[in-house]
């Protein structure tokens, strides 16, 4: 070999060495990124982000990852990870009913009783079944009152305005130890063209509340179809409608939080207690429940199936309630400062320095106050897909252009990310896994604080697509350490034969013939 080719060969060793140092370092945020946040005037100085592939031991991304930022619904990643390692995925509420006094003819002469114990999902069906079940056992007319207990959490006042001045929303109800279908009306517009109005149908019966039943129907265009509408709910015992619906909007459903959260649980029960045909002498009130067994109690569907409902859609009221929960069955009381106290300890347990200066508010994300760093939910997301419970949480979260937050998002990662979304008036972020196209599976948390936020979440849309265009193959997996080599199995010695006796004829009886003797051997 000539030593000109030497030279040549020693340089691109060099390079290469150079080009693996810098491939292994975390690169500046990509220009697509850059781009979308100059468009929107958000500085790069007010974005987060880490993309880092699991299984690998640097990141590939790697922006600002120590500054506490407001997550807004990421929070709700926290909460769920937390749940699912502490209560596990097929863990269940419970919600006890007593059939107090004597019954006669279908007739209950005392109370019902029905306790809450924070289950988020005691929608309206299963409020039904346990109504139902209340019947099958023979009581048709309550003589008495029905007694709710909601002490298993202990609450301060919830102003439903306070946080963005929009009470009749339902991501704003306040939980409750016993939430009734998230304390909230859906609405339903039906077109009647012949008729030329909408019917309006809702849905929980709540008694003692008249709602309009049909809307003027109009020939305009299907936009802001809700403001058309002109509703009024200032007054919980009448809602009205004043204006009209577009007949091109086909029927529309409308989700509104009850405009009197207190009075709620005592509407809907009595209403759809008529409505099944049985009778209420009493009233529904607050109490306490006995102290004796149930009669017979109502489970709630398991919590992999509940924090789907949660970062799917990304339900706030239901992240509270879990939230409460984690220090219900920790500390005995639901209460907001046990509940942050305990998923304090939980972080500083799991991760370390990396939980330093995390502030968990209520659980849900809709807080001015929460803070997190992109290296917490980084580190929390891969150490979640190394565990257990890797399949509940990756399968909770939305689907790129598929379903919940994301289904409306189309890019070159359809179907292949499933990411968390946040989203507050200057908050906007996404977090989860993403799978590249060269089969990579990489933890992406992304996080934008600045007034701007809403007009930058193309950046965000830009990092996925910059992480799933990705072709390079996955890394290989760590070699496992080598065993010590096998000693040979140990040999048990053998057992000592055992003689066994040769058994005696039987003895011949004195009647029978005597055995005939051998032939004697051949001779020649």
């Known amino acids: 070999m000539s030593f000109a080719l030497f030279l040549r060969g020693v340089a691109a060793a060099v390079l290469l060495a150079q080009g693996a140092v810098a491939s292994a370092a975390p690169a500046p945020l990509p220009f697509e990124v850059e781009t979308a946040l100059q468009r929107a005037g958000v500085p790069r100085e007010s974005m987060v982000a880490v993309v880092h592939e699991v299984g690998a031991s640097a990141p590939r ?26 209560l596990g995925p097929a863990w269940s509420w419970t919600t006890p009913v007593w059939i107090q006094g004597t019954m006669l003819n279908g007739v209950l002469e005392g109370n019902l009783v029905i306790k809450g114990t924070g289950d988020p999902r005691f929608v309206q069906e299963r409020l039904w079944l346990l109504l139902r079940r209340v019947q099958q056992l023979g009581v048709r007319e309550i003589r008495g009152d029905i007694v709710l207990d ?14 963005d001045g ?16 998230y304390k909230s009306v859906l609405l339903t517009f039906t077109p009647d063209v012949a008729r030329s109005i909408a019917i309006v149908s809702s849905e929980p019966p709540l008694s003692g509340v008249r709602i309009d039943l049909s809307v003027p129907l109009s020939n305009g265009v299907c936009d802001d179809w809700r403001g058309a509408l002109r509703p009024d709910f200032t007054d919980p015992l009448r809602i009205r409608f004043l204006g009209h619906y577009a007949a091109s909007c086909a029927e529309k459903q409308w989700p509104v939080a009850y405009g009197d959260p207190k009075s709620y649980n005592a509407r809907v029960l009595a209403g759809l207690w008529r409505e099944m045909g049985g009778k209420l002498v009493g009233r529904v009130r607050d109490g306490v429940a006995p102290g004796v067994p149930p009669s017979f109690e109502l489970s709630s569907p398991p919590l992999a199936e509940v924090i789907r409902d949660i970062n799917k859609f990304s339900n706030n009221v239901m992240a509270q309630q879990l939230f409460l929960t984690l220090a219900l069955m920790q500390r005995g009381t639901g209460t907001p400062d046990q509940a942050r106290d305990m998923m304090s300890m939980w972080l500083a347990e799991r991760y370390g320095e990396d939980a330093r200066g995390a502030v968990v508010d209520n659980g849900s994300g809709l807080s001015r106050n929460g803070r997190v760093t992109a290296q917490l939910l980084s580190r929390m997301l891969r150490s979640t897909f190394a565990g257990p419970v890797m399949p509940e949480l990756m399968s909770s979260l939305p689907v790129t252009g598929i379903d919940g937050t994301m289904r409306r998002s189309r890019n070159s990662a359809t179907g292949r990310a499933h990411l968390k979304t946040g989203s507050l008036r200057d908050v906007a972020g996404m977090a989860g896994y993403v799978l590249s196209a060269g089969g990579r599976r990489y933890v992406l948390v992304a996080i934008i604080n600045h007034p701007n936020a809403a007009a930058a979440r193309p950046a965000l849309e830009a990092l996925v697509q910059w992480a799933a265009s990705d072709v390079a193959p996955p890394l290989p997996p760590v070699p496992l350490p080598e065993l010590p080599p096998e000693l040979p199995p140990a040999t048990a010695p053998e057992p000592e034969p055992v003689t066994m006796p040769t058994p005696m004829p039987p003895p011949v009886p004195a009647s029978a013939p005597l055995p005939a003797s051998p032939p004697p051997p051949e001779q020649d």
């Open 61 to 86: 991304l790697s922006w600002q990852p120590q500054l506490p930022m407001n997550p807004a619904s990421l929070m709700k990643l926290l909460t769920t990870t937390a749940a699912l390692d502490l």
């Open 150 to 163: 909601r002490s298993a959490f202990n609450l301060p006042p919830h102003d439903a305005a306070e946080f």
């Open 166 to 181: 929009e009470p009749y929303r339902p991501s704003n109800v306040g939980p409750d130890a016993l939430l009734l279908n």
